[in-house]
């Protein structure tokens, strides 16, 4: 069974990082509480360098904060756009990018995981969110192309999360208030750590 997806497509072999991240630069990512995150972000209809330089950015960007997936909105972009390199549950690798995704309406019974969820726009929260566990996002490459996309388990999880960022919402809004108001807490206390972090690993990934 080949251990990693590319673009939706299995490959022999595959480098840690995408090639994408060797050519990108480091972007600040945004925060729960900026307006960008909350918009519904614009259709691409331009399909040329700029794109594949913003994906090569957010590549680089999602890396150095050790996130598994990334929209153009978090680093205040607004376009329907989203990067990944994730694990599914059984340890295959899925890498990629999707342009205009939109996330295919679940027809039928569909299990639900609830599991911990975090966001690298709510910097060191996690808690317990329930997704489907499966999910098939649609939409184009960065050529213009037509690309589906299908993953289970945690890839699923990925693929929903990143699409909601497309739609203008975060995670904490499939949470009860109680628990939003934990996710704002465990940001709090745990930001700083996670951004120094971050600025760590920013340097060795240049190096």
């Not at 990067?83 to 340890?91: A, E, K, P, T």
């Not at 679940?106 to 996690?126: D, I, M, N």
Request: hydrophobic share 35%; net charge neutral; glycine share 10%.
């Amino acid at each position: 069974m080949p251990r990693v997806f590319v673009q939706g497509s299995p490959v022999g072999y595959y480098p840690r990082y995408t090639p994408e991240a060797g050519r990108g630069a480091v972007r600040r990512i945004t925060e729960a509480g900026e307006e960008v995150l909350r918009r519904p972000c614009r259709d691409v209809t331009e399909f040329g360098p700029d794109l594949a330089a913003l994906i090569d950015d957010m590549f680089r960007t999602m890396y150095v904060a050790e996130g598994a997936g990334l929209a153009a909105n978090q680093v205040g972009v607004g376009l329907r756009l989203f990067v990944y390199d994730c694990l599914d549950d059984v340890g295959v690798r899925h890498v990629g990018h999707i342009v205009n995704p939109v996330l295919d309406t679940p027809t039928g019974e569909r299990r639900l995981l609830e599991e911990g969820e975090g966001c690298l726009s709510v910097p060191g929260a996690v808690l317990d969110v329930p997704r489907p566990d499966r999910a098939v996002v649609r939409g184009q490459d960065r050529d213009g192309r037509p690309l589906v996309i299908e993953g289970t388990g945690y890839f699923a999880r990925c693929l929903a999360h990143e699409t909601d960022h497309t739609d203008g919402r975060l995670y904490l809004d499939r949470l009860s208030k109680r628990e939003r108001k934990d996710a704002l807490r465990q940001m709090r206390d745990r930001r700083d750590e996670v951004h120094a972090r971050r600025s760590a690993r920013e340097a060795a990934f240049g190096a």
